[in-house]
Every structure is written in C-alpha cells, then in structure tokens.
C-alpha cells in the first residue's frame, strides 16, 4: 500500500497562489508516476495535471494549463502543485493519486493510490 497525504489547501482570494504538496510513503515512490484531480460538491472527480516518475512528461487540464504547474521531488517522495492566477472555479477539494501504469494518466480510474484531499477554497 502507498499513504499519500496531502497539505497546503485554504482560503485564498481570486488572483492568488498556493501550493499543494502531497507526501507518499509505504512504496518506492519513483516508481509512480503521480497526478491531481479535484471535485466540487455535486460534481465528479476532475483531473488537473498529471507528471511521469522522472518529471519528464506532464500534463495538464485545458482549464489550469499556464497557471498551475505540478512538480515532484523524488529525493522528498513529494508532489507538488503550484496553484497561480486561482479562480473562484478553481474552487474544491484537491487530491493527489498514484498510478501503477507506466505513463501519467488522466482518467482518476487509472489511479490505484488516492489520498484524503484538501479544500482549496478562492473567493472573489
């Protein structure tokens, strides 16, 4: 089993940034590529960005891309997710997940590993 955990999340006013980090234990971290997804109240699981287990292929939602960028440092065994330029859309619970394929994927059923998720919340 792999623990993800995920921290960074909270109110911020539309224009903002935060950054979400995401700690992996349990697994050999480097073996996984990683992803982000969010979900809304009343809305299904939305990826965000998705990066390889080297870094070398990312990936990202038409909605985030140029303002979000996502990261990982192996050597931390952490995912990253910078959050720039928020909108009230942006609005929900973010969760980091770990998939055992051997690409990023964006479909969340092609996640094995989930974490709890954070409330990121942007008023405007």
């Known amino acids: 089993q792999m623990q993800l955990v995920e921290s960074g999340g909270g109110l911020v006013q539309a224009g903002g940034s935060l950054r979400l980090s995401c700690a992996a234990s349990?697994?050999?971290?480097?073996?996984?590529?990683m992803g982000w997804f969010r979900q809304a109240p009343g809305e299904e699981r939305e990826f965000v960005a998705a990066?390889?287990?080297?870094?070398?292929?990312?990936y990202y939602a038409d909605s985030v891309k140029g303002r979000f960028t996502i990261s990982r440092d192996n050597a931390k065994n952490t995912v990253y997710l910078q959050m720039n330029s928020l909108k009230p859309e942006d609005t929900a619970r973010y969760y980091c997940a770990a998939s055992n394929r051997l690409r990023p994927a964006v479909a969340p059923d092609e996640y094995d590993y989930w974490g709890q998720g954070t409330q990121v919340t942007v008023s405007s």
């Open positions: 990066i390889s287990w080297s870094g070398s292929r990312i």
């Open positions: 349990g697994r050999t971290f480097t073996n996984y590529p």
